[in-house]
């Protein structure tokens, strides 16, 4: 597909993801919307006169071309949403990006994603809580998320680089500069066991607004998200917010309850936005993630249960094959929408065919 124009989709104004997908279901393609007429383009549900003139306009090609030469310059890589490398985790976000600026060497695909966040004024306790947890994920491949922010942030990068634990920056501005720029140490190290990503273009400044939608990219890129230390209000408690409305686990550590850079974890754990975890051990009970080495020999496979529809079948074989299944995984195997799946699971719940077990996983009873 045409790297010119996917990026000139991002760049037409007034088009954003929702938009360009629904633009994407009409048009079959990128270069079918630019080959779109006018009177066809209208035809589209939704897609009103000002952004069809917006997109026949081309008023945003050079801008495109522009980006295009920083990008190939630069050696970053444009992952679109219909590719092959493109995070499968946020595929199923209904406002997952288009397309994304990334530059590393980790796989956006690993068998296990955490995201860490939290406060940017860190105390020592929550510096504690973040050395021993990353140093308890060495050898459990997992890949660590967070946006580099001061405090929590760049102490859960910097404890995953002093572990040998990949780690992954998600950025509020484009990829030709670095904010904080304190911070521009840790980001070069994180090229050779991490990355940095972003769907701004180079040239977005890093603007108060640009950060929520960073953090739905965190939030949306994990099996679960860790909340270390957070005051009631801040970018710790929005992305543990998205991440439950992405039906993803979230997690919060518990503190004192005088400590400010506390009360926003005992919040989430007191109104059930976020599980209490108090090591790395209750996150991997929580997930029930365990060292492929210790899982023993697989289960023979059971006959199927004869009264289960055709879609509980598919479902039924896929858990049985894996022993256990997350609800991400099942929904992209099948390619399935998560309300679909998420009506089957209930029913088949409701039989007594699977349980439900914590990390939003299922097994057969």
Not at 37 to 47: D, S, V
Not at 247 to 260: K, L, M, N, S, Y
Request: glycine share 6%; net charge neutral.
């Amino acid at each position: 597909m045409n790297k010119l124009q996917q990026i000139a989709l991002t760049k037409i104004k007034g088009v954003g993801p929702k938009t360009a997908r629904n633009l994407l279901a009409h048009c079959g393609s990128v270069d079918g919307i630019f080959r779109s007429k006018k009177k066809e383009l209208l035809r589209i549900p939704q897609i009103g006169q000002t952004t069809v003139e917006a997109i026949l306009s081309k008023n945003y090609l050079s801008d495109a071309e522009k980006e295009l030469q920083f990008v190939e310059k630069h050696g970053i890589d444009l992952l679109w949403i219909e590719d092959e490398n493109y995070p499968k985790r946020l595929l199923y976000c209904d406002d997952a990006p288009l397309l994304l600026y990334y530059k590393g060497s980790a796989t956006l695909n690993p068998q296990r994603c955490v995201s860490i966040v939290g406060t940017r004024n860190a105390t020592s306790y929550g510096k504690q809580l973040c050395e021993e947890l990353l140093a308890a994920f060495q050898e459990q491949n997992i890949l660590v998320v967070s946006g580099l922010a001061y405090g929590i942030d760049v102490h859960a990068h910097r404890q995953s680089l002093k572990h040998g634990v990949s780690t992954v920056a998600v950025l509020g501005h484009g990829l030709d500069m670095i904010y904080p720029a304190a911070h521009r140490d840790v980001a070069s190290r994180m090229l050779a066991d991490g990355g940095l990503i972003t769907e701004f273009p180079s040239g977005t400044i890093p603007e108060r607004n640009n950060f929520p939608a960073r953090n739905r990219i965190i939030a949306g890129l994990s099996d679960v998200t860790i909340v270390v230390e957070a005051a009631r209000k801040g970018g710790a408690l929005i992305t543990a917010e998205i991440a439950n409305s992405y039906h993803r686990d979230v997690c919060a550590f518990p503190g004192r309850i005088d400590q400010e850079y506390s009360a926003g974890c005992n919040y989430l754990i007191k109104t059930n936005r976020a599980h209490l975890i108090r090591h790395a051990q209750d996150l991997f009970y929580l997930m029930d993630w365990k060292d492929s080495a210790k899982q023993g020999c697989a289960k023979q496979l059971q006959l199927l249960p004869t009264d289960m529809s055709t879609d509980q079948q598919r479902v039924y074989r896929l858990i049985q094959e894996n022993e256990t299944s997350n609800i991400d995984d099942i929904a992209q195997q099948l390619a399935w929408p998560m309300s679909k799946l998420a009506m089957v699971l209930l029913e088949m719940e409701m039989n007594n065919h699977i349980v439900a077990l914590p990390g939003k996983t299922y097994k057969l009873l």
